[in-house]
């Protein structure tokens, strides 16, 4: 297509140089004629200003501004000066002077809505545009400063992200008389900048549009003969006059024609819709300018009123026009009015742009207009930007009115929305283009966007250009049509690019108010706009639902628009939500703030009561699922490493029997034998330390005491309990010294003991079935406990748990008699059961490993060797002591290494979370254990505390390590900030490290006190999913941080193999860690229900390579790199990096997910989301979260996680689960156990606050 040109601007004789020169022409020959009358809510004239009034005010306005206004003695204001004029729509008459008292000046005025609060939708943005224009001074009404809120000097608050200004009130009474020498310079026309013209982006961001004085008058010039204004009309105006068609066509063009505006407020609209009409009856005004939204309301409200006529319009200006809906308005509106004198050629519907001005008008045709067009054009040939005619019986199709002729001394282009500025095809919908000299010159202070806005240079397919004046881009989508009409099917703003198919924000907004629109939602209250998730462009609808509104009602009218906007655009709807009546922000004058919405939607902020997501429908791009590739032999495998240079994965601690040390409890292959020996030789040295909530000592136990307490039990054991060799003995005691002594008491009497966690009184429900479960499970002949949980364990809230008559005997250990025994038991070999491991897996599977006595030896024999323990040093330890290596570093450690354990039960730092930590810093250790969830408490609970801290002498310089007991992946997030946090209180950054254990062996890794710090690497967590290593540098995208789990320990070997194939594999490649070593378990005493699946736990052997040596199976992924740290050795050190358990994953599209690493990325993505946990359910990802923050915010948090794990994980979200804080179920490591909240969910147990099924 080619430039389509508007009519030539016509000479006219007189013509004023200048806006300014009219005003002055009409102030001093024509100073009584009626130039703006105000009206209030009622409707009542309350103020005419004349053409001689609004001349003198703008003067004396003009004259305070230049000469009475001063900071340290400079005049504040010079010529050029932007200020901001801050007025009610209800007074036009101040805005009028303050507006032309500026051009008066020389000073550029900024024009702004009234900010009323300090939160005002967009007004952060708006104080940004103050700030990069350079505004100090805001001219403002008495009213209206007093009505803006105050700080308490009783100065007006300085609004969020605004700059420091001077309000100024030009109310008459703070005006000067200009000096009689005084004369404003009304000087012609020229380039500068007259005023500045407010926009907001599809962003957000708030733009300032320059206007120069020559654009402000050759546009009035245009207007002037496109409307043929002439002389003294009355023109009714409804828009707001501050901006756009309201400010050109009200404020200056009406000015340079000398006419009379009624000025119809927005509030007395609110009140009463046909005023508007009312006003053009009473003042035969010739000419109107509305939207559609007027011409809407008017209708609702017509039919009280017989009376109006409006014969006397000779335009009907509709400012938007452009919008697809407006053309139902007019219809409708020419159907009531036209037999109230109502003539159909005189509705003119314009379009404009900020940009551009006034883009086109149509004319009626006793002003030399076409005969008015329609255009039906198929709605699915619209998305791929092209044009086809359709017919009006089908719902698909977008029925759109001309928006009239080009603008006189305007030429016009349509060109392509992206890339090069080529001339569309007649065909084609593309940016309408205008060059004229009436258009805004500049974005201020931006010229890059400018220069790509307003200088635009269009060319022709081949490339040649098409004029040599720049373009301006009005950023309305369109076309021309029969008769040189310009048609408008949309704006750039509102374009939604859906897989590469373009939809109008605008059509699918007419489209969801066409299903049943007054019943359900507010006409005009509802949103669309788009949001980028996974690379593309995805559908977001937000509507306000009417206070009746049922949740019934609401999902049906939810699933209706979606069917609605499925057939009629071809394109799913991502995400539909319903907020209460009246939340959405408002725009300045009624409407929606489309960008806020956004914003709102995107920090989870909305709060909507009701929420459709269809991730499954419409997110069409996910990387195809994951083709499992047939298997690769073991050996083929082995073979590709050699070729490739690859070591095979495998690595050991330091080997124990080169070790030579002085270890004197070497020479006992039993620990009974240890404690005896230590009873002898050096009874008095303390082993123990227990300490109470306040810190204090609550009990020790030296060598002899332990002893003698020992022998009491074993004595009671076999007399009072009747127990033989081999019966087994339930310990059920709180964390303490009792249950050292009854376990050492169990040994020699030969019996084996089980350490379980005692029920919780305050909930009894569920902690004593596990403890049932444990003592059902071990084969328990005999309870050992105290009196008070004997009592609790025979109580009646206990029988409304378990069957308490099934419990074995119970036996008190409080006061047992003093009795020896009368021999100590021997075990006849050294792999005898010397006890029993139980725990819960973090899948919920209670799994109970048997551990000899030579295990149990060999076991503290590692640990003293790894962290240096002699019967001099003292190490403080706050972890669980029922299970894995908590248990042992709590029970077993301080006998073999005769070393003094400070005991700190973690439940005492629920009352003193500073417990731990003030006892390392008192008894100034070297060592310390914990465990995650004490970590966690000190971090939570102490963060803002250092200072107090330090000020109590907490000093934590004497720590060389402090060690997570973990059988997970490494917390990075967690160790580090625990770190940073207590690095004021001394704590070495190095100290910090983790601990690897697991079933098969409980004490794999631990970083100790000599070698090298533990090594931190990133992975790419994409190819993690593939069950791939691929090493990136930090802060790469997808990368994830892994820290190595402490060193191995003495006399322990690790190899990685292959999950299938069980062969070995390289270097760097990641499989299942398979150990060997002397502290093995020696195997499961049962896994409750699953004895056949796990008997190769124990026992398995490589199917390649070294096929000899038996192997335990972790059941964790994990793998070895050698780094480039020497060990104690001298030997390059092997770091060990292990990446989730096998059970944990989640098999998804093919691929391995770490449910650890869906989880963290949902934590991020709302401040209110305190934890999270994921598991599958028939094929469905499932996502809970805990929410901590108001309910409101509950549904927030669905689109947000939606987002999240489609974003970083590619993956869709089947069912969003919204709980209370304290629901996720979390075991004594710290871990979540997602199998019991996957079976409470099942079971309708959770109790949330809102369940989204995603669709």
């Known amino acids: 297509m080619a430039v389509l040109k508007g009519e030539p601007l016509g000479v006219v004789t007189n013509w004023p140089p200048s806006l300014l020169a009219a005003l002055q022409r009409w102030g001093t020959t024509q100073p009584k004629a009626p130039c703006l009358t105000a009206l209030d809510t009622t409707g009542k004239p309350i103020y005419t200003l004349t053409y001689g009034k609004l001349w003198s005010r703008s003067l004396k306005l003009a004259y305070t501004l230049l000469n009475r206004l001063t900071s340290k003695n400079e005049p504040l204001l010079k010529p050029g000066d932007r200020v901001a004029l801050v007025f009610p729509n209800s007074d036009p008459v101040m805005f009028m002077v303050a507006f032309y008292g500026c051009l008066l000046a020389e000073l550029i005025p900024v024009p702004i809505e009234v900010p009323l609060t300090r939160k005002d939708a967009g007004s952060q943005q708006i104080g940004f545009l103050l700030g990069s224009c350079g505004v100090t001074l805001a001219l403002t009404t008495d009213a209206c400063q007093k009505g803006l809120p105050k700080a308490q000097t009783g100065e007006v608050v300085t609004f969020k992200g605004w700059p420091r200004l001077i309000w100024f009130v030009i109310d008459g009474k703070h005006l000067a008389k200009p000096a009689k020498d ?9 380039a500068d900048i007259a005023y500045i013209e407010y926009k907001t982006s599809k962003e957000g961001s708030t733009m300032g549009i320059t206007v120069s004085h020559a654009s402000m008058l050759a546009h009035c010039h245009a207007l002037t003969q496109a409307c043929s204004y002439s002389e003294a009309e009355t023109l009714t105006n409804v828009l707001d006059f501050k901006r756009d068609a309201g400010l050109w066509h009200g404020v200056l063009t009406s000015v340079m024609n000398r006419m009379h505006v009624i000025s119809i407020p927005y509030a007395l609209m609110k009140v009463n819709p046909l005023s508007w009409i009312q006003k053009v009856c009473s003042y035969k005004a010739r000419v109107a300018v509305v939207k559609s939204r007027d011409m809407h309301w008017s209708l609702l409200a017509q039919r009280d009123q017989r009376d109006v006529s409006l014969s006397s319009l000779r335009m009907l200006i509709v400012a938007d026009g452009a919008n697809p809906w407006s053309i139902s308005s007019c219809d409708a509106f020419l159907n009531v009015f036209q037999s109230r004198g109502l003539k159909p050629e005189v509705i003119c519907p314009c379009a404009s742009s900020s940009e551009a001005l006034t883009v086109a008008i149509r004319r009626p045709p006793d002003l030399g ?28 199709v977008l029925t759109v009115q001309d928006v009239g002729q080009v603008m006189p001394g305007a030429n016009v282009c349509v060109v392509k929305v992206d890339g090069t500025p080529h001339l569309c095809k007649t065909d084609e919908v593309g940016e309408i283009c205008v060059n004229s000299g009436a258009t805004g010159t500049a974005y201020y202070g931006l010229l890059g966007i400018t220069k790509n806005v307003f200088e635009t240079i269009p060319v022709t397919a081949t490339g040649v250009v098409v004029s040599d004046q720049p373009f301006t881009r009005t950023g309305l989508l369109g076309f021309v049509g029969l008769d040189n009409l310009v048609f408008v099917v949309g704006k750039l703003d509102g374009l939604m690019t859906v897989s590469g198919r373009r939809h109008s924000a605008d059509d699918v907004v007419a489209t969801a108010l066409a299903v049943e629109p007054m019943k359900f939602v507010y006409r005009g209250r509802i949103a669309v706009f788009s949001v980028t998730v996974l690379h593309d462009d995805r559908i977001v609808l937000v509507a306000e639902q009417r206070p009746d509104a049922s949740e019934e009602d609401s999902f049906q009218w939810m699933s209706r628009v979606l069917q609605a906007i499925d057939s009629i655009h071809q394109v799913g709807v991502y995400c539909l939500a319903l907020v209460p009546a009246n939340t959405l922000p408002k725009a300045p004058l009624g409407g929606i703030h489309i960008s806020e919405t ?27 699922p994951r083709q499992k590739q047939p298997d690769v032999g073991p050996a083929s495998m082995i073979v590709g490493n050699l070729v490739a240079g690859k070591r095979i994965a495998q690595a050991s601690g330091r080997d124990v029997t080169q070790l030579e040390d002085n270890d004197q409890a070497r020479k006992f292959l039993y620990l009974a034998d240890v404690l005896q020996w230590r009873a002898q030789t050096t009874p008095d040295h303390p082993l123990f330390l227990l300490l109470n909530s306040k810190g204090t000592v609550a009990s020790t136990a030296s060598c002899i005491q332990l002893h003698k307490k020992a022998e009491r039990v074993a004595a009671a054991l076999t007399e009072k309990g009747r127990l033989n060799v081999g019966d087994h003995v339930a310990l059920v005691y709180p964390p303490g010294i009792d249950l050292i002594a009854t376990f050492y008491g169990c040994l020699y009497a030969g019996c084996i003991p089980i350490t379980v966690r005692p029920p919780h009184p305050q909930n009894l429900a569920t902690t004593l079935p596990t403890v049932k479960m444990i003592v059902e499970v071990s084969k328990s002949a005999c309870i050992l406990t105290t009196q008070a949980i004997m009592k609790l364990l025979k109580s009646k809230e206990a029988a409304t748990a378990v069957d308490i008559k099934t419990w074995p005997t119970i036996l008190d250990t409080d006061d047992i008699p003093k009795k020896k025994v009368a021999t100590i038991f021997r075990p006849p070999s050294p792999d005898m059961l010397a006890y029993l491991d139980f725990s819960v897996s973090t899948t919920g599977i209670l799994a109970g490993v048997k551990m000899s006595h030579a295990a149990t030896s060999a076991l503290c024999r590692s640990i003293k060797l790894q962290c240096e323990l002699y019967p001099s040093r003292q190490i403080a330890i706050c972890l669980d002591p029922y299970c894995g290596l908590g248990f042992a570093l709590w029970c077993l450690c301080s006998v073999y290494s005769g070393h003094q354990s400070i005991l700190v039960p973690p439940l005492e730092l629920e009352s003193n979370v500073s417990l731990w930590l003030s006892a390392v810093s008192q008894y100034k250790v070297r060592v310390t254990f914990c465990s995650y969830s004490v970590m966690e408490m000190c971090t939570k609970g102490l963060g803002t505390q250092t200072d107090v801290l330090r000020m109590k002498g907490v000093n934590l310089s004497c720590v060389r390590t402090c060690m997570v007991v ?41 970083q100790g006190t000599a070698g090298p710090d533990p090594t931190t690497v990133y992975v790419d967590m994409r190819a993690l999913r593939h069950d791939r290593v691929r090493l990136v540098e930090r802060g790469s995208p997808h990368s994830l941080p892994l820290m190595e789990s402490g060193k191995i320990l003495p006399g322990v070997k690790v190899i990685i193999a292959h999950t299938e194939t069980k062969g070995p594999l390289g270097d760097s490649h990641l499989g299942e860690i398979w150990v060997s070593s002397p502290h093995n378990a020696t195997g499961y005493y049962t896994v409750y229900g699953e004895e056949a699946l796990h008997a190769d736990h124990f026992s398995a052997r490589l199917s390649f390579g070294d096929t000899q040596t038996i192997w335990a199976r972790t059941g964790y992924l994990g793998f070895l790199r050698r780094t480039e740290l020497t060990d104690a050795s001298g030997e390059r050190h092997d770091a060990l990096y292990v990446v989730g358990s096998l059970d944990e994953t989640l098999e998804l599209r093919g691929m391995r997910y770490h449910p650890i690493d869906i989880e963290t990325s949902v934590i991020r993505a709302h401040k209110s989301i305190a934890e999270c946990a994921v598991f599958t359910w028939t094929n469905l990802l499932v996502v809970v979260v805990e929410l901590e923050g108001s309910e409101q915010e509950a549904l927030d948090l669905v689109a947000l996680v939606t987002n999240v794990v489609l974003e970083e994980h590619y993956l869709i979200v089947g069912v969003v689960v919204i709980v209370d804080p304290g629901v996720i179920p979390i075991n004594s490591r710290g871990e979540k156990q997602r199998m019991h909240l996957r079976d409470g969910f099942l079971a309708d147990q959770l109790d949330p606050i809102y369940v989204a099924y995603n669709m």
């Open 182 to 190: 005084w004369h404003p310079q009304v000087q012609d026309a020229s």
């Open 369 to 396: 207009g076409p005969p008015p067009g329609k255009a039906v054009l198929s709605m699915n040939c619209l998305s791929y930007s092209v044009i086809r005619v359709d017919t009006e019986e089908k719902l698909s």
């Open 598 to 624: 956004k914003q709102r939607f995107l920090e989870g902020a909305l709060h909507p009561c009701n929420v459709l997501m269809c991730p499954h429908t419409c997110v069409t791009n996910l990387p195809k």
């Open 966 to 1006: 973990a059988e997970e992946r490494p917390r990075i997030a967690l160790t580090q900030s625990f770190s940073k946090l207590f690095k004021d209180l001394g704590l070495s950054a190095r100290a910090v490290s983790t601990t690897f254990g697991c079933r098969v062996n409980v004490a794999i890794c631990l």
